[in-house]
T-cell receptor, first 112, second 113 residues
Framework: QKEVEQDPGPLSVPEGAIVSLNCTYS??????FMWYRQYSRKGPELLMY????GNKEDGRFTAQVDKSSKYISLFIRDSQPSDSATYLC????????????FGEGTQLTVNP | DGGITQSPKYLFRKEGQNVTLSCEQN?????MYWYRQDPGQGLRLIYY???????QKGDIAEGYSVSREKKESFPLTVTSAQKNPTAFYLC????????????FGQGTRLTVV
């Protein structure tokens, strides 16, 4: 079983929809949680970064961490065609120098 | 502009050949990483380095080698011992307060011909 599970999709939504992307994990030592956005044939870019449980908002993006359920989410409000990309969740333990574990990525298409 | 640069963008390798992928950063980050990305498998860590002249194996280091002689540079060599080298290779750097892979390069697509 993978340490981080992420539905690969593909996920297709109409423009303006609220998108919910999710990951589950099994390692209770994970403390730092990230979301990356990757456009086709490009490197990932760090979108959101959260520590421990709670919510973090940045513009149209909200990252949510529920450590009790070992579940993290990324919400995209008022989705745009430019949001079409693969979204990767990633997480690591709190110890210094620990490695990042990535989910497989969810492919999202926002249709105009 | 500050950033992380990978070259070349596309690389073709013949069977039995070693090839070297370049990664350079001018962000003054201590840590650098090499990942391999394959369809359906996400990113897998090959090697990482947290300081000059030191590096550690990741999860899939067999058939790869690295060096870290300068803070700015972390080249990856794909040796002939790597049996399935066709993949998208990504270099990243990070460190300081963020303590994570904050920036990725644009990747190198390696194909065996």
């Amino acid at each position: 079983q993978k340490e981080v599970e992420q539905d690969p999709g593909p996920l297709s939504v109409p423009e303006g929809a609220i998108v919910s992307l999710n990951c589950t994990y099994s390692n209770s030592a994970f403390q730092y949680f990230m979301w990356y956005r990757q456009y086709s044939r490009k490197g990932p870019e760090l979108l959101m970064y959260t520590y421990s449980s709670g919510n973090k908002e940045d513009g149209r993006f909200t990252a949510q961490v529920d450590k009790s359920s070992k579940y993290i989410s990324l919400f995209i409000r008022d989705s745009q065609p430019s949001d079409s990309a693969t979204y990767l969740c990633a997480m690591r333990p709190g110890t210094s120098g620990s490695r990042l574990t990535f989910g497989e990525g969810t492919q999202l298409t926002v249709n105009p | 502009d500050g950033g992380i640069t990978q070259s070349p963008k596309y690389l073709f390798r013949k069977e039995g050949q070693n090839v070297t992928l370049s990664c350079e950063q001018n962000l003054n980050h201590d840590a650098m990483y090499w990942y391999r990305q394959d369809p359906g498998q996400g990113l897998r860590l090959i090697y990482y380095s947290q300081i000059v002249n030191d590096f550690q194996k990741g999860d899939i280091a067999e058939g790869y080698s690295v060096s870290r002689e300068k803070k700015e540079s972390f080249p990856l060599t794909v040796t002939s011992a790597q049996k399935n080298p066709t993949a998208f290779y990504l270099c990243a750097c990070g460190g300081g307060g963020l303590g994570t892979e904050a920036f990725f390069g644009q990747g190198t697509r390696l194909t065996v011909v």
